[in-house]
């Protein structure tokens, strides 16, 4: 095909051997969280007195998955392509079971509430795994830097859906809006935002906005303060 | 928990029980069987077996019936998921109901081509939390009521009773609107009516850009002759998503039926670096090379085929055929017959047909490396083994065990088979051409258009006496005169289509009978083998089931 990128032989002998790690690391941090996440169910913080380090814990290892997964998607190309790219119509009611379901605990230990504003029945096209990665990203992040409260608000507006995971912590600082900015405007290879250690996940999120495409429009994804309880925002808007 | 709103987002009405389930889990990896365990638990689950291997995983379902199977997709040494779970569907291990969920490590290929024979139901990637788990598991439970009758209807390859069940769902049922297009539109594909099809896939194409739905119209674009067109609609799919890997397939054969070899070959070779662990994919490519002379490539392709057929019940006795030939092309003849011996040894059970197929390459091997007299003396053999049956090889066979015969100097046996393959396609004008050249080839050119006309109308007249018995009236002389006539022409489709439609009639007008039922199915099926997609095999399996007492009460239950 004349569209098709130079393969170079040991490209795939590479592949196989990064695949095949991952899947061991993909496998240690799984049994990591999972243990963890028991421990916690099993424990509260009066009869544990290490209880809010293990929730920390918890926390750090979710950011690993979370950072292990979206490499993984970036060296398969997300955003392009390349990307097994994998559209179906989902039931939101499904998807938030999901992102409610993997924070939970988390969630718990924190003492933190999650609010929701979806309709479940509600049916939309899109790829469930990697729009549950970035919402489930993005709660542990408002987890991280709210107040006591996480709002996940689901609805379509303009024939668009628009995802927001809201917090009513002190809102993302000016230096971070302003990264948020760069990583979801289209940039040639430049990659000076990930300089920034969130640029990572927002990056990915970023990619994830654009795959959805639905006549000739692209999806987005952009930070702000305000919302609801006058914390961060983060927005995804798919078409 | 603390959440605001903890039931609005919960499962419909109909919750699963999920506790009463027999499950399977296969990993090799100890502490993911124990986390998944852990989650099964949860869930409620008591009966929980665990496999490491595939190996291990095969023991196990032979034994027993599993309610849900999770099942790692890279499994160590020996099958790898995708092989166990083949191996478990055509050996009925696992019952329509099971529920076979695919894990991966990553976002995989296979996940998203859904063009594959056997698909799981779902495919999670790691790490599976338990929320993912549950919801997927109801998921997929769901989807499977709502096309148990569908299903069912397939089985007994009834297409238009199941597209009307489909239909009768469409509406009301938004969660599965998008599946039930899908199976209505390779149910119209089926039944021969593509038309049906393309208005289908144009439905969902004003809804969303959907690459199955795009390839859909493709195919048909194909089946209709427009390869040119169609080879635009699958290379702009593959533009889309480079992953689609079923386009490049069709794109292959686009370009294989415009003629162009070197191109088809160009595109399954790039398909078999995306995704090299298919065995059809690789034989295509290894058929396709050797015929282009491409020795080198055939070898590869068909090597790699036989590496991965080792653990798969999928693999066949053709890339062993193939890399005889490509080894007999680089005068390794001792290579090529232990091949054969190989597949002999590996083939005897499922494929009757071996030993002719085995002796026709060790034939081809010896005229290609130069050896006549061995060649002539496999002539011989065979000749000898077209004796002993009056069972014939498919058509395929048949037109290059002529050719070979030919080629070393045997004239009868060739010409039988030459006039048995006329008269089982006596309305094949494109066969009969290709017959004509073989013919040519040999020298025989006047003497084969007799042969080609008088078997022609050998078959027409057996065929035609027979529906002049049933349009006069005369219906049990006309099914007796049909069972007659498929002995003598037992692959002949229109043939075979009348002798079904004549036991239809006798059936419809001097009631049910299970003998004769069961004759026409066996006739239907027979006629679906040789040639899939047909719309008189659609109609005509709807009126068989039509006739079946015990068919109308499982239409009426669950429409």
Redesign the interface.
Known sequence: MDDALPDPPESHDLFLFLASTAHDMKNSISVLSGTLERLLVDASPQTESAYPQMAHMLYQTKRLNDNLMQLLALYKQVGKPEYPFDLQPVPLGQLVDQVVAMGRVLLQSRGIRLELDVDPDLIWHLDEDLVVGVLSHAINNAIHYTGDTVRLAIRELDGWLELRVEDNGPGYPPALLQAGAVATREMAGGVNFLTNSAGLGLYFSGKVAEMHRHRGRGGSLHLENGGAYGGGCFVLRLP | ?????PT????AADQVDWADKNYLVVDD?V??R??LR??LRSLGAKNIDQASSGGEAMGLLSRIRYDVVLCDY?IGEGKNGQQVLEEARVRNLVNPSTVWLMV??????E??MGAAEHQPDAYL????????L??RLN?VWHKKQVFRAIDQACAEKDYLRAARLCDARIEHD??H??DLLRMKAKLMEKSGQPAKAREVYEQVLE????QWARAGLAKIRMANGEFEQARQMF?SV??????YIDAYDQLAASYQNMGKLDEAC??LE?AA?LSPNSVPRQRSLGNIALKLGNIAMAEKAFRKCIAIGEYSIMKTPDAYLGLARVCGQKNDTKEALQLLLTAQREFAHEHPDIQLRTKITEGLVYHESGDYRRARKAGDDLEEMLKLTPDRPDTNTCLELATLLFAVGVKDAPVELLCYVIRNNHDNPLLLDEVQGIFDKARMGDEGLALIRSSKKEAADLMNQGVLLWKTGKLAQAVEWMRNARKAVPNNQRILFNAAQIMVSHLQQHGYDDAMYAEACEVLHHVDRLLPGQQRFAQLMEQLAALQPAADASVSAVA
């Open positions: 928990m603390n959440l605001a709103n609005a987002v919960a499962m990896f502490g993911i124990q986390l852990e989650s890279n991966s490590a990553e976002k995989s290929v996940s998203v990637i790691k790490p599976i939390t338990e929320g993912v549950l919801t998921r938004k969660i609107a998008l809804q969303r850009e959907y290379q593959i533009a889309e998503n480079r992953y160009a595109i790039r670096k």
